[in-house]
């Protein structure tokens, strides 16, 4: 799939490479969403990591080949039919530009909003003849990575022994849930042979501002996430199960028990990257601050009270690198 046209790879971002980048994947918690006991596996990845793999999760393999293939379809149209279903604003199609403050990578997306019932007429007459199967593939992948996601928040809430259970999962489900889903295409990129001992960086690193982020993609290695020692572990590719990052929100909401995790992706040289992620966001007029149940004796918020619209306006002002939270910090007084 060619996408961009003669690009010229300087204008983006570039990493050096590093033992640390290829770090042994065992460390990786893998969760079997079947046994009983997960929950507690489930806090720990969070807080060790802010990041595990999900199997057994009891999502159709039909309904991710259906969204995989109509995605497919799409980015393999000529650039300038894409563009039409653009500019990203927030939704639509976007193209290197991530974000609006400079940000660029080497991908090409479609964001949309997760609510349910939706058309995306803008989009619609991109996907052939019958533009019917788009919009039942994105709704029925949703539909069910929504529900999945609400059993992880909730046995993460069992975990931590609090009521209700559904205290994190009601935020995701509610009719006014500001949830999202981005599709993402990362082009091959046979340049990258020219760029000795350097990577491409495909999407920067950065933290996801919501509670939960649910990330699906097919065979092609890309993803990395940041360690506590600063180092980055290569996540394999499991086209088969799904990979669970802890959002800013949820840092929150558990006073920083649960880590949200730094992760990237970076080009192949000669494989595309597809990816479809769903960010479980909470209503716009949501307050997010540590939960009382999760207060002990005299611990203290670490974190100001805000809401999700005045955090998610303040993350879009900032760059993808920057700490989100730390404006939200609360600094001990001296």
């Not at 995989?68 to 653009?86: D, V, W």
């Amino acid at each position: 799939m060619v996408v961009l046209s003669k690009p010229v790879i300087e204008h983006y971002s570039l990493v050096k490479i590093s033992k640390s980048q290829t770090l042994s994947p065992s460390g990786t918690p893998i969760i079997d969403l079947s046994k009983q006991d997960c929950k507690y596996q489930l806090v720990k990845a969070c807080q060790e990591f802010g990041f595990f793999k999900v199997i057994n999760h009891g999502i159709p393999n039909e309904f991710i080949s259906k969204l995989e293939t109509e995605a497919i379809k799409f980015f393999s149209l000529p650039l300038s039919e894409k563009e039409k279903a653009g500019p990203a604003s927030p939704f639509g199609y976007g193209n290197k530009n991530i974000g609006q403050n400079g940000d660029v990578g080497w991908v090409e997306y479609l964001l949309l909003t997760a609510n349910p019932g939706l058309h995306y007429d803008k989009f619609a007459a991109f996907f052939g003849v019958s533009p019917e199967n788009f919009l039942y593939a994105v709704n029925s992948y949703i539909s069910a990575i929504k529900e999945m996601g609400s059993e992880i928040l909730e046995l993460l809430a069992d975990g931590l022994n609090i009521q209700p259970r559904n205290v994190f999962s009601k935020l995701v489900m509610n009719e006014q849930s500001d949830s999202v889903f981005r599709v993402n295409h990362y082009p091959p990129c046979p340049q990258l042979g020219d760029l000795t001992g350097k990577n491409l960086i495909g999407f920067g690193e950065h933290t996801d501002p919501q509670i939960i982020s649910i990330l699906r993609s097919n065979n092609t290695s890309g993803l990395q996430i940041s360690l506590k020692d600063g180092s980055w572990l290569s996540v394999p590719p499991d086209q088969n199960s799904f990979f669970v990052i802890v959002g800013d929100s949820l840092q929150v909401l558990t006073n920083g028990r649960f880590k949200s995790v730094r992760h990237r992706v970076l080009a192949n040289g000669f494989q595309s990257r597809i990816s479809m992620i769903y960010f479980g966001g909470p209503p716009l007029s949501e307050r997010i601050a540590p939960l009382p149940s999760l207060m002990k004796g005299e611990e203290d918020s670490l974190y100001k009270e805000f809401t999700w619209f005045e955090y998610k306006r303040s993350a879009c002002k900032t760059r993808l690198e920057d700490n989100r939270l730390g404006l939200f910090e609360k600094i001990a007084a001296t």
